[in-house]
């Protein structure tokens, strides 16, 4: 039997990010038990499992070192028979745990953002929120890896890059609705958000309220503190 392509893919896209964006430990666990679920769903014979491992991590020693000519992981050793010495899909998932585990601890070795270039990089942000920002500004702006700078923002700010911006858009409208009498859709301009409806349903998402049911409730609060 074969297994999904598709899902395979995406799964092997998942590891190729926590390598090289920094996921914790755990996060890669979850996508690699996901990578191995796409062959035990479907019932793959062990030799066609071995050559896709073999083949995805041939792939992923490409991507790094082209990437990042100077990182210290090697996973070009590997051969078809280093996978085929584990007997069961089992001993094969907990190799793999293994491996990558050594190998996402390994890309901590990859060039460094230094801090104050983090911390420079995350005031621009902070001044910046109204605007589109991409990681590939970031890279151009910075002169910075925007996958070393993904993995050293993380660890720095404890979010990921994306979270980040969200989050602090956000905080910055929790703000504006308490304290100003500015309208939500001009909020939802003013903070980069495409339109005033998925403003709503970001904030409501976080907040558990819609804007204009926080601004109403923390209008009441303020009445009754009076």
């Not at 769903?41 to 030799?47: F, Q």
């Not at 066609?48 to 992923?60: D, K, Q």
Request: one cysteine or more.
């Amino acid at each position: 039997m074969e297994y999904d392509y598709v899902s395979l893919i995406q799964s092997e896209k998942e590891i190729t990010n926590a390598i090289l964006t920094g996921y914790s430990e755990e996060e890669l666990f979850q996508t690699i038990d996901r990578y191995i679920a796409c062959f035990t769903k479907h019932s793959i014979l062990p030799k066609l499992v071995y050559e896709a491992v073999f083949r995805f991590f041939n792939s992923l020693d490409r991507m790094v070192k082209f990437i990042d000519p100077l990182c210290t992981i090697n996973l070009e050793d590997l051969t078809i028979h280093d996978f085929e010495q584990y007997g069961t899909i089992d001993d094969l998932h907990q190799a793999l745990n293994d491996m990558l585990s050594f190998t996402l601890k390994k890309g901590e070795n990859y060039t460094q953002t230094n801090t104050r270039t983090l911390r420079e990089i995350k005031n621009y942000l902070d001044d910046h929120l109204n605007e589109a920002i991409s990681l590939d500004l970031i890279e151009q702006r910075f002169y910075v890896n925007k996958y070393v700078f993904c993995r050293q923002f993380k660890k720095y700010t404890g979010q990921t890059f994306g979270n980040y911006i969200k989050s602090q858009r956000l905080y910055k409208a929790k703000d504006m609705l308490e304290n100003s009498h500015t309208k939500i859709y001009e909020i939802a301009q003013l903070l980069g958000f495409k339109d005033e409806s998925y403003f709503s349903a970001v904030f409501k998402k976080h907040f558990h309220l819609s804007p204009s049911e926080y601004r109403a409730l923390h209008q009441k609060s303020q009445t009754r503190a009076e």
